[in-house]
């Protein structure tokens, strides 16, 4: 068991909690934040430790877990750096792993900020996690060893699944994973379906089963997805007529065209 410090008190380490704490995970847990209505709120909710001072949270952390804005990252870590340099010996026998979760901070940027007492890992979980069908991706620095990898893989492996990927794919990822795909998605569809004469439920509902159930039995299932699509959509029936006509007014074209803005903004939050 390991000492887990989350810096930031905020949705995704709420997320994150409930997974671990979903995954009856052994890890002890611990969460740092200025704000301590929400150390309070953490703590009832979970049953976790709490440390309101940033400098007892990170002695204490052998993984510390960065979950603040992007435009919160370098003040926090220059205060992190500050402390580590006081610690005089340095940490006994080990040396922090620390996992920053924030979009479009690269590694080589977390390395300038703390250099040689961090080993540093970036992943990029789903507020799915809470309830332990989360997806995250891990990426690692070429000299982070093999023991450390595995122990933020199998971390975030407590809520859901996990892929490694390059980090210069990682813009690209945060851009598509993101649930909010489905919710707008399910959100749009239920309008249209209220217009054309549902209640609100029973288009919410219809327009659930249209998108979750229909994912579902692509990931557990055997066939492709070209193929269920084939299968769905009967060519002169209702579905082809229905998809048919999103193509032509410019669905693909739009996701495509969001996909694109959604890069360019994580790249302009990177300064790159």
Same mark, same amino acid.
């Given at each position: 068991?390991?000492?887990v410090v ?5 949705? *995704? ?7 671990l704490r979903?995954?009856?995970t052994r890890h /002890?847990?611990v969460?740092?934040?200025?704000n =301590? ?13 709490? #440390? ?11 993984v ?7 435009s &919160?990252?370098g003040?926090?870590?220059q205060?992190?750096?500050k402390?580590?340099? +006081?610690? %005089? ?12 979760l924030? $979009? ?7 390395? +300038?900020? *703390?250099?040689a ?5 970036r992943a990029?979980? &789903?507020?799915l996690?809470?309830?332990?069908h989360?997806?995250? $991706?891990?990426?690692f620095?070429? !000299?982070?060893? /093999?023991?450390?990898?595995? /122990? ?8 859901? @699944?996990?892929i #490694?990927i390059?980090? &210069?794919?990682?813009d690209?990822?945060t851009?598509t994973f993101?649930?909010?795909?489905g ?7 239920? @309008?249209?379906?209220q217009e054309?004469g549902?209640?609100? %439920?029973? !288009? @919410?509902?219809?327009s659930?089963?249209a ?5 579902? !039995?692509?990931?557990e299932?055997? @066939?492709s ?5 084939? #299968? ?6 209702i $579905?082809?007529a ?11 074209? !739009?996701?495509r065209q969001?996909?694109?803005a959604?890069? =360019?903004?994580?790249? $302009?939050?990177a300064? +790159?």
């Amino acid at each position: 068991m390991s000492t887990v410090v989350f810096l930031g008190g905020g949705r *995704i380490t709420s997320a994150m909690l409930a997974g671990l704490r979903l995954g009856k995970t052994r890890h /002890r847990l611990v969460v740092h934040d200025r704000n =301590r209505d929400k150390l309070r709120d953490l703590k009832k909710r979970y049953a976790v430790a709490v #440390e309101p001072d940033l400098s007892r949270a990170v002695k204490q952390a052998e993984v510390l877990i960065v979950a603040v804005r992007p435009s &919160s990252v370098g003040e926090l870590l220059q205060s992190v750096g500050k402390i580590l340099e +006081k610690v %005089n010996p340095p940490l006994p026998g080990r040396k922090p792993l620390a996992v920053c979760l924030a $979009a479009s901070v690269p590694l080589r940027a977390l390395s +300038k900020q *703390i250099g040689a007492p961090m080993q540093w890992a970036r992943a990029m979980p &789903s507020p799915l996690c809470r309830s332990g069908h989360g997806l995250t $991706a891990v990426t690692f620095p070429r !000299a982070l060893p /093999r023991a450390d990898r595995k /122990r933020v893989h199998d971390l975030f492996a407590s809520f859901g @699944q996990v892929i #490694e990927i390059p980090e &210069s794919k990682f813009d690209a990822f945060t851009v598509t994973f993101s649930c909010s795909h489905g919710y707008h998605a399910l959100a749009t569809l239920a @309008q249209a379906a209220q217009e054309a004469g549902l209640d609100r %439920n029973t !288009a @919410q509902l219809a327009s659930a089963h249209a998108l979750a159930d229909g994912i579902i !039995a692509w990931r557990e299932g055997k @066939q492709s997805l070209e193929s269920l699509l084939d #299968e769905a959509a009967t060519p002169g029936g209702i $579905a082809a007529a229905t998809a048919a006509k999103m193509d032509a007014v410019g669905y693909e074209r !739009a996701v495509r065209q969001g996909v694109a803005a959604g890069l =360019r903004r994580a790249r $302009a939050n990177a300064g +790159k």
